[in-house]
């Protein structure tokens, strides 16, 4: 068995226990996984526990690399879990299918006032449709500016329809 053979267990065993800890825990808020060693497959486990957590209002995965079915075990908790208020994808959707389903997601998302979707590289097309759902829910974005970003950090502040708080 080699090095990366041992830690990929290592991370299914994270995966599982945090995973399985989501499940019945009763108390957590905000839970932060950015920047973290726990990615690609082994974030599925974390995501489908948050189908059924409903205490964490605060998730944050910055910087995690995010696989197709993470994703999709992402937008079906942001679907049922109307408990997450913030969510943190800065710079996890690294693939334009990626980002194209979690923008299907949040055009029927009412929960989510916060959402960081910064470093993502979003197409013209892609800041459109976000500029859509805005108008049309109490969705609050938050982009960290950067030059390839410039589309979706220029966003106009009357987009939402809550009041919105100033966030550094």
């Known amino acids: ?11 299914d065993r994270v995966s599982d226990l945090l ?3 989501l499940k019945v825990n009763k108390s957590l808020l905000r839970l932060n996984l950015s920047d973290n060693c726990i990615y690609i ?20 995965l910055s910087g995690t690399y995010l696989e197709e079915s993470a994703i999709e075990n992402l ?3 942001i679907r049922v879990n109307k ?7 800065n710079g996890c959707l690294r693939k334009s299918d990626n980002r ?15 959402l960081n979707l910064g470093r993502n590289y979003l197409r013209d097309g892609e800041a459109k449709i976000i500029a859509e759902i805005l108008t049309t829910n109490s969705c609050l974005l938050y982009t960290s500016p950067s030059p390839r970003d ?19």
């Open 41 to 60: 497959y082994n974030l599925n486990d974390i995501c489908k526990a948050l189908i059924r957590n409903k205490t964490v209002t605060h998730l944050y």
């Open 19 to 21: 995973g399985e800890a």
């Open 150 to 168: 410039l589309s979706t950090s220029r966003m106009p502040s009357s987009a939402c329809k809550k009041k919105k708080k100033k966030i550094q």
């Open 75 to 77: 937008c079906k908790a």
């Open 100 to 114: 194209a389903v979690v923008i299907k997601t949040l055009k029927d998302n009412n929960t989510i006032e916060i």
């Open 1 to 11: 068995m080699c090095i990366r053979d041992r830690l990929n267990t290592l991370e």
């Open 83 to 89: 408990a997450i208020k913030m969510l943190d994808l």
